[in-house]
């Protein structure tokens, strides 16, 4: 009987456990929010629902369905994670309860399950990356701080993608702005922007794959005063600016501190 007390110790182990990965790895990060939130909701219900069932000495499918559903509702109502992954997450540790605990498993098909396994999860990990560099890239509309400085010149800006660097109180973007020169010195005007000779190291780094790896020929860079690349800086909105005017593109990181 005293085995059945781990249950519920595993499962809610598992759940914070989840909840400091989710909020302060994925979410409070530099994990694209996009597939921040979905990520950590499944791996919340794919932690409790193993966690909690792999202790449990017998009924173990049951218990998997029982916390499934508490792993899933608790996830949405207190973490305020996606109901949805969750509910995924707890479904396929579910299956794998199901499957691993199931009499007469066979090592071939072990094998078979470990590959197949192998390959959804080299495909999830394509997914996720390809999204991470934002590719395919679609184009945005302006976001209203960017449309406020340009006005009606705005219709001037012949495409703009917005790449969101996620965080928790501060928040980091990325913006790519194909435009004209005229409108890119309007921008560093609005923005009051300085010239520097010093590009951060961190700024080639990047991830969108459309990013500059390197300096490109005839660019110039502006910054706000107290822009700083390797640290989060003062309070408040700072930019870092790149013209490739050769392309006719500005590469802005702008950082909004809380």
């Not at 094998?111 to 990356?129: D, E, K, M, T």
Request: net charge positive.
């Amino acid at each position: 009987m005293w085995r059945w007390v781990l249950v519920p110790c595993a499962a809610t182990a598992a759940y914070f456990l989840a909840i400091f990965l989710g909020v302060f790895l994925l979410i409070g990060g530099r994990f694209p929010p996009f597939l921040a939130e979905p990520t950590a909701g499944f791996i919340m219900g794919l932690a409790v629902v193993i966690a909690g069932s792999v202790m449990a000495p017998r009924h173990r499918l049951a218990t998997a369905i029982v916390l499934c559903i508490l792993g899933a509702l608790s996830a949405a109502i207190f973490v305020r994670f996606l109901f949805l992954s969750a509910c995924i997450g707890g479904l396929a540790a579910f299956g794998f309860i199901a499957w691993w605990y199931r009499p007469g498993r066979t090592g071939s098909a072990t094998r078979r399950v470990a590959l197949i396994a192998s390959g959804v999860f080299i495909i999830i990990l394509v997914i996720v990356y390809s999204r991470h560099a934002d590719w395919p890239a679609r184009a945005d509309p302006l976001p209203p701080q960017l449309a406020d400085i340009l006005g009606t010149n705005g219709s001037r800006v012949v495409a703009f993608y917005r790449y969101d660097r996620g965080g928790f109180i501060d928040h980091e973007w990325l913006w790519r702005v194909d435009t004209d020169s005229n409108m890119v010195e309007l921008m560093v005007t609005k923005l009051d922007l300085q010239p520097t000779n010093t590009v951060p190291r961190q700024f080639w780094r990047l991830p969108p794959f459309y990013w500059p790896r390197s300096m490109p020929a005839d660019a110039v860079a502006f910054q706000s005063r107290l822009f700083r690349g390797d640290q989060r800086g003062p309070d408040g909105s700072h930019y870092f600016l790149l013209h490739d005017r050769q392309r006719k593109r500005a590469f802005v990181w702008v950082k909004d501190n809380f």
